[in-house]
């Protein structure tokens, strides 16, 4: 509790937020994740586009994410993109604890360039993603590039996401793939807004 200055207490409010980690045969993998942050992001994955990734979206969200991975990137850097999709969205699941009072629902459109995506989210606990952001390039630098796709499954599935991803229009593939991930940083953060009036799970079943 804190003591206000009239000498009455009031409750501090609590952080929002998750820790994973994740140690197999391919990768090691460690997540911290803090929804109510200011963009400050620490990431190194071994994935230099994936880092770049990762960081666009904890400053277009506003959430302050650490992120360590090492992986058999000599194989490929499949295990690696696909851990951290799953531990971000167990750390996403664990900050949000039992999703009481937040708005649930976002969405956001982000221009890059030439390009337009939208996502939509829904902080359901009933996994599902439509993915539709084909690009025209198998390669971006070394980043396979079906790997964003991989990426989002993961964490949708892990952060039990509805998530619906949709080129409108757009040619370069980094600008795609870019856009991807900032219009879900800036989906997810009206999402996971917390909502003063709201008591409970935003449900009319009462439960989610």
Do not use: W
Not at 1 to 7: A, D, E, F, Q, R
Request: charged residues 25%.
């Amino acid at each position: 509790m804190k003591k206000c200055l009239n000498g009455a207490y009031m409750a501090e409010k609590t952080t929002r937020s998750g820790t994973v980690k994740r140690k197999t045969a391919e990768t090691d993998v460690t997540v911290e994740l803090q929804l109510d942050g200011s963009g400050k992001v620490e990431v190194a994955t071994g994935v230099g586009f994936l880092d770049h990734m990762l960081t666009l979206f904890g400053v277009h969200g506003f959430f302050n994410l650490s992120i360590n991975a090492r992986g058999d990137v000599e194989v490929d850097d499949h295990h690696t993109v696909e851990d951290v999709g799953i531990c971000l969205g167990q750390a996403l699941a664990k900050s949000l604890g039992d999703r009481s009072g937040i708005c649930r629902y976002g969405h956001a459109y982000v221009p890059m360039d030439e390009t337009l995506v939208r996502v939509c989210v829904d902080v359901s606990n009933r996994p599902f993603m439509h993915y539709d952001a084909a690009v025209p390039d198998q390669k971006i630098g070394r980043f396979d590039t079906a790997l964003a796709k991989e990426f989002m499954r993961a964490f949708a599935q892990h952060g039990g996401l509805t998530l619906h991803v949709d080129l409108l229009h757009g040619e370069n593939s980094h600008h795609i793939i870019e856009a991807v991930f900032k219009a879900l940083a800036r989906a997810l953060a009206v999402a996971v807004a917390e909502r003063s009036d709201l008591k409970g799970q935003l449900s009319s079943k009462g439960v989610l």
